[in-house]
């Protein structure tokens, strides 16, 4: 079954679930085939394969967000990672939809157009905003620096609340040095769209933990979760959700979701799972090719400086923060989020220097570090590795310590 639109919404709304279904009869009226999730159900249940097929076979998903359901978020990302155009909708006069929408923060790259009541000026906006290129430009600009597949990698972000079964995971997936684990200790709150779907992209697994309904978080979390397993199914990769029994499953997530009461249960079901993967998977790209834009340059970076220390010195800017390391005249203390810059200073400053020193902190995976002031010492370089263990190194010199970092997740 082809169809120009697929319209994905919670049924839980009625007046969106109206609203959608009016336009959808609008625009089939007015020449473009369009089809509802509810229209695809076989027996009276709806299946998701049926519903994946005909996203598949569509050019443009117009996904209602005002609530962040988790079944058109799962949707829209799967949409996405095949080509297809997303347009993001929500009320014009809903201000919680609109205060959702800014605390997600994750989508401000896709389109968006905001509705009112009115189906034949929804379906007239629509029309407007239909381009079906603009999904593999979207697609192609998402994933124009993800780099390839890398085997044995597993995209596992972590929860921004952990609880003692994520803990626990989060230790043993730890000790599989094997795997080189994706966005670990990331909790999907700071980098852009681009970074995770990248992250999805060069990965042969996807693990994602979702809140319980209860949790302070969960609306947020879970909408940028369910986005990006669709993403990663859209990829055909394997991909597992995890979630406490309290949280009730989402249609879409039928199999790919795990529900755990314990974290021995949860435990035993990964080291399970992962056994199950395949052991040398491929390095052929699933879906579609990278296009390169035509650009002066070729990249804009990777979102954090430990995943391209070697070419970080062919684009690094000195800051006045990096020039008080250099000039050893006095202490400066680095204090922020991820991303904002620390390890890249702290790595240019070393390698005209004789050495630095890094320990981890046993709480939240944090990094602190220090640079040392004195030339010509010939002193040995070590560096700490990020860990939740409490665990210091430190290399030895006549001079003391100028600048100390500090990064705290």
Known sequence: MSSDIFLAYSGDSPPVASLMRASGETLTARGRSTFTWEEM??????????????????????AEVGTMNLNVLFE??????????????????????????NSVSMFATVGRIDHTEDSNEFANRILRDYEPS????????????????????IFAPSAPESNTALSQLDKFLGRQG???????????????????TGSVYRSSAAILPLLSEGAASARTHNARASFLAGF???????????????????????????????????????????????????????????????????????????????????????????????????????????????????????????????????VGGGLIGGVCGWRGWGCR????????????????????????GVARR
């Open 134 to 153: 603009a999904g593999e430009q979207l697609l192609t600009a998402l994933l124009e620096d993800a780099g390839p597949r890398e085997n044995a990698s």
């Open 232 to 362: 990663a199914v859209g990829q055909e990769i394997p991909t597992l959700l995890l979630a406490p029994k309290s949280l009730n499953p989402p249609l879409d997530y039928k199999d790919r979701m795990f529900r755990f009461g314990s974290a021995v249960e949860l435990t035993s079901k990964i080291e399970a799972w992962i056994q199950n993967l395949q052991k040398d998977p491929s390095d052929r790209r699933v879906g579609r090719l990278r296009v390169s834009v035509e650009m002066p340059i070729s990249t804009f970076g990777r979102y954090v400086a430990e995943e391209e220390l070697d070419a970080l010195s062919d684009y690094y800017v000195p800051t006045v923060q990096f020039e008080n390391i250099l000039s050893g005249s006095f202490s400066t203390l680095f204090l922020g989020r991820k991303g904002t810059g620390k390890s890249a200073a702290m790595e240019q400053a070393t390698r005209g220097w004789c050495h630095s020193v890094e320990a981890t902190l046993p």
């Open 76 to 101: 829209a990302g799967y949409a996405v990672s095949r080509g297809k155009q997303l347009i993001f909708s929500i009320s014009s006069g809903d201000s919680d939809a609109r205060e959702l929408w």
């Open 41 to 62: 159900r076989v027996g009276g249940r709806i299946l998701i394969d049926t519903i994946l097929r005909s996203i598949d076979a569509c050019d443009c998903v117009v």
């Open 178 to 196: 094997e795997l080189n684990l994706v966005a670990r200790g990331d909790d999907l709150t700071l980098a852009p769209l681009s970074y995770y």
């Open 381 to 404: 370089s070590v560096t700490g590795r990020r860990s939740r263990r409490p665990r210091k190194r430190a290399g030895r010199c006549g001079g003391s310590p100028v600048i100390w």
